[in-house]
């Protein structure tokens, strides 16, 4: 069966410092990965997806990139975060089935 | 106009009551819709979805599309305490971009 792995679950950083989240998917081969950021009574914005490996597309112009080094890998980064990219962060895949999409955990990312 | 609307409740229900959730879109090329349980600081986890118009069970939970309407009703049968959550809906049109509803969120009272 298909699993998704999100790390860290809970992160704070301080204002100016890097950032890397980390998503992994086992059991499949060839997703589509999303990164999501959520936040209290806005729902889910999409950031950042990709159709396989070094392809990514930015849904969001912001302060956030993405990379996708392996199949089953997906990493969200920054060089400087910022007081606005405290928020619930969401990794899903997305397999043969179009638009049925499956999350993590999640990150708690909180920058102070 | 807002492509989905979700009513964000708060809804309280007592336990094993009828639960009924509804999520209205804009869109008439959505195919694919979807319905999310979420529960405090935890990932969303896809209860159901369906494929075009038409009803589908799985347990207790009943999810019901109408097309003709613009209208998506998730329906829960004898609710548990265990079912206090939000619930997201959501849609696609086939492409990469789901759009979702903010979500609402349920408490079961036991």
């Known amino acids: 069966s298909q699993t998704i792995h999100q790390w860290p679950a809970t992160l704070v950083q301080p204002v100016g410092s890097p950032l890397s989240l980390e998503c992994t998917v086992e059991?499949?081969?060839?997703?589509?990965l999303y990164w999501y950021r959520q936040a209290a009574g806005r729902g889910l914005q999409l950031l950042f997806y990709?159709?396989?490996?070094?392809?990514i597309s930015s849904e969001v112009p912001q302060n956030l990139s993405a990379s996708r080094p392996q199949d089953r890998q997906f990493i969200l980064s920054s060089k400087k975060l910022l007081l606005s990219d405290s928020g619930f962060y969401l990794c899903?895949?997305?397999?043969?089935?179009?638009?049925?999409?499956?999350f993590g955990a999640g990150t708690r990312l909180s920058v102070l | 106009q807002k492509e989905v609307e979700q009513d964000p409740g708060p809804l309280s229900v007592p336990e094993g009551a009828i639960v009924s959730l509804n999520c209205t879109y804009s869109?008439?090329?959505?195919?694919?819709f979807m319905w999310y349980r979420q529960y405090s600081r935890k990932g969303p986890e896809l209860l159901m979805y369906?494929?075009?118009?038409g009803n589908k069970e799985d347990g207790r939970f009943t999810a019901q599309v109408d097309k003709s309407s613009k209208y998506i009703s998730l329906f829960i049968r004898d609710s548990q305490p265990s079912d206090s959550a939000t619930y997201l809906c959501?849609?696609?049109?086939?492409?990469?971009?789901?759009?979702f509803g903010k979500g609402t969120k349920l408490s079961v009272i036991p």
């Open positions: 899903a895949w997305e397999g043969v089935t179009k638009n049925i999409q499956y």
């Open positions: 059991g499949t081969s060839n997703p589509n």
């Open positions: 990709s159709v396989g490996i070094g392809q």
């Open positions: 869109n008439s090329a959505f195919q694919y």
């Open positions: 369906t494929y075009s118009s």
């Open positions: 959501a849609q696609g049109a086939g492409s990469y971009q789901l759009t």
